[in-house]
């Protein structure tokens, strides 16, 4: 056999590695995640990021920490290499930058408003809104990965997927949003502790 | 005409004379250029944390340079998050926006962007004039049709904008560890913008 064939047959069962779902799997999986992100009411997580900008030899790489409050309250808390946080809280957003405070309100700015919203939804992974994406369900080994291909304008121009991994108990392992030039940025999550009390205190800027 | 005249005699007066209202004693050139290496490594990625000050209005983000090839430099301003506000391609003396924020499209603010980042990266310049003030030498360039001129004591560590005899933007290198400067401050005078990376990796 040629070696191309040999190489298309590799790439092949490569892509093969993820297949789809039927509609029953999708179906059952939905139901999964929109029962979990239902009855969130707290989330705390480690996470680690990477922005892939294709034209870098090394992604840049931050770690830092989650918190989620319901119904829409979420601190990222970067703390490598630099600290930063940013609160989105009570349609304001509080940046606390390497100790330097700042806050924007996002009441008026439907653009960010709408970003607040898919950022809660992404950490729950609760996106199936067909009016928003059209969307692709996949078996990966023995996880489930869905495509939330955005349709909204404005969105398009700077995310046009989101890629979400959940586990087997239908939680967000990794979170990648592609933007439409295929750089991506990419966050895994670890050490998830879900529904357990979280003083306000950590919800302050 | 007199108007005029005089207008031009003014003009030649204060541009003129940026390096004698400085004391720079004119010395014999021994390069014919100078060099900024901070930005030349291509297997290098240079990641900034970056804060800028613009009109009172503070935004941080990451700050990305990467040489590319020879004389092609792409420059990238992300949010933490990693969204991109801007990404700038400079190609030999070409500049292009390969992508900015709708808030940020504006031709003026790119203007000044496309200025201060040319000098930034641009790696090897002819030396037009060569001065010494104490230990350091200054070394007087071109980039863009604007005047510049670079301080070199041991390494280069300072380069001044200048337009009309006076500074309009001061560019600072900085805790310089094996040609890379970890801290770099880009200062204008004349309007309230100030940038500041630091390097994280």
């Known amino acids: ?205 | 005409m007199r108007y005029l005249l005089s207008s031009f005699c003014l003009l030649f007066i204060a541009c003129g004379s940026y390096s004698k209202k400085h004391d720079f004693q004119i010395v014999k050139s021994l390069n014919s250029h100078i060099r900024n290496s901070y930005f030349s490594d291509e297997t290098k990625d240079y990641v900034y944390k970056a804060n800028i000050t613009v009109y009172d209005n503070d935004f941080s983000g990451i700050f990305i340079v990467k040489k590319i090839d020879e004389a092609n430099y792409r420059i990238v301003f992300t949010t933490e998050i990693g969204n991109k506000v801007f990404d700038f391609s400079f190609i030999n003396d070409t500049f292009k926006v390969n992508n900015i924020l709708e808030d940020m499209n504006k031709a003026l603010l790119i203007n000044i962007l496309k200025k201060d980042f040319s000098a930034l990266v641009k790696e090897k310049l002819p030396v037009i004039k060569s001065y010494s003030l104490q230990d350091t030498l200054v070394y007087e360039t071109v980039i863009l049709n604007k005047k510049h001129f670079y301080f070199k004591t041991q390494q280069l560590n300072k380069i001044i904008r200048v337009a009309n005899g006076k500074e309009k933007v001061v560019f600072l290198f900085s805790e310089i560890k094996d040609t890379i400067a970890h801290q770099i401050n880009v200062r204008h005078s004349n309007i309230k913008l100030n940038i500041n990376l630091k390097l994280i990796n």
Not at chain 1, 161 to 180: C, T, Y
């Open chain 1, 1 to 205: 056999m040629p070696k191309i064939l040999y190489i298309l047959f590799f790439i092949a069962s490569a892509v093969n590695a993820q297949t789809k779902m039927d509609s029953s799997e999708a179906a059952k999986l939905k139901a999964k995640v929109k029962a979990h992100a239902g009855s969130l009411e707290t989330l705390l997580s480690d996470f680690v990021q990477y922005k892939h900008l294709d034209f870098l030899s090394n992604d840049i790489v931050t770690t830092g920490k989650l918190a989620f409050k319901s119904p829409n309250t979420v601190k990222w808390e970067y703390t490598k290499p630099f600290k930063h946080t940013v609160l989105f809280k009570n349609e304001t957003l509080f940046i606390n930058d390497e100790g330097k405070k700042s806050n924007v309100d996002i009441g008026s700015n439907e653009m960010f408003k709408q970003l607040n919203t898919l950022i809660i939804n992404s950490i729950k992974g609760d996106m199936f809104n067909e009016n928003d994406f059209d969307i692709s369900y996949f078996n990966n080994e023995t996880n489930s990965e869905v495509y939330f291909s955005v349709k909204h304008e404005k969105i398009l121009k700077y995310i046009k997927v989101f890629h979400i991994i959940f586990n087997k108990e239908g939680h967000v392992i990794e979170l990648k949003m592609i933007e439409p030039s295929e750089d991506y940025t990419r966050i895994i999550f670890s050490n998830r502790s879900i529904n357990i009390p979280l003083s306000d205190a950590i919800f302050t800027q």
